[in-house]
């Protein structure tokens, strides 16, 4: 199965900074990865879909990119309701997977 | 306004049984592939299984693969899941999700919590 591996685990930051996650797939999954923020009690809510495009209503500072192997979720002012948990996802092959998730906490 | 809404959670024994249900709301389900997706406490969340829109294809995760079972009444739009031969592993929240197989998870449940403990 393709392994999603999250970098880093936890990221401590202040509102109104800049804010960049990885997301490393252990094979290339081409454009199919997926963002996902889930708050505490929650159910996960779609970002980003096909690594770079935004899902309906998703704040324009929300933007994802990369491609095979590599990708990147960028919030570019965090906001205090953009602390949360933060997966992705991939759909190139079967079982569907996740990463295990970074955790964006206030700073 | 589209809406999926899981029920039929609890707590059961290892080695028991649960049928959890996913009724959706707001399109049309029959279009639409549907998982079901979980998430043990404290940690991240796990694909289970999926569905096709006309109910005609699955595939499950090995994990659960033999003990789950996953069907649609597209009749009645709702989503099932059918959990047997439980074990303290399998105690997670349970959502179901629209989509996921040539498209990502786009709306989800609330979830329903699933416990197995004696």
């Known amino acids: 199965e393709i392994v999603l591996t999250q970098s880093p685990a936890t990221l401590s930051l202040s509102p109104g900074e800049r804010a960049t996650l990885s997301c490393r797939a252990s094979?290339?999954?081409?454009?199919?990865l997926a963002w996902y923020q889930q708050k505490p009690g929650q159910a996960p809510r779609l970002l980003i879909y096909?690594?770079?495009n935004r899902a309906t209503g998703i704040p324009a500072r929300f933007s994802g990119s990369g491609s095979g192997t590599d990708f990147t979720l960028t919030i570019s002012s965090l906001e205090p309701e953009d602390f949360a948990v933060y997966y992705c996802?991939?759909?190139?092959?079967?079982?569907?997977?996740f990463g295990q998730g970074t955790k964006l906490q206030i700073k | 306004e589209v809406q999926l809404l899981e029920s039929g959670g609890g707590l059961v024994q290892p080695g028991g049984s649960l049928r959890l249900s996913c009724a959706a709301s707001?399109?049309?389900?029959?279009?639409?592939?549907m998982s079901w997706v979980r998430q043990a406490p404290g940690k991240g969340l796990e694909w289970l299984s999926i569905?096709?829109?006309?109910?005609?294809?699955?595939n499950s995760a090995d994990s659960v693969k033999g003990r789950f079972t996953i069907s649609r009444d597209n009749s009645k739009n709702t989503l099932y899941l059918q959990m047997n031969s439980l074990g303290a592993e399998d105690t997670a929240v349970y959502y179901c999700?629209?989509?996921?197989?040539?498209?990502?998870?786009?709306?989800w449940g609330q979830g329903t919590m699933v416990t197995v403990s004696s």
């Open positions: 996802q991939q759909r190139s092959d079967w079982p569907r997977t």
């Open positions: 999700a629209k989509g996921g197989w040539s498209s990502v998870f786009d709306i």
């Open positions: 094979r290339s999954v081409s454009s199919y």
């Open positions: 707001g399109f049309t389900f029959s279009n639409y592939a």
């Open positions: 096909d690594a770079s």
């Open positions: 569905i096709s829109g006309s109910g005609g294809s699955t």
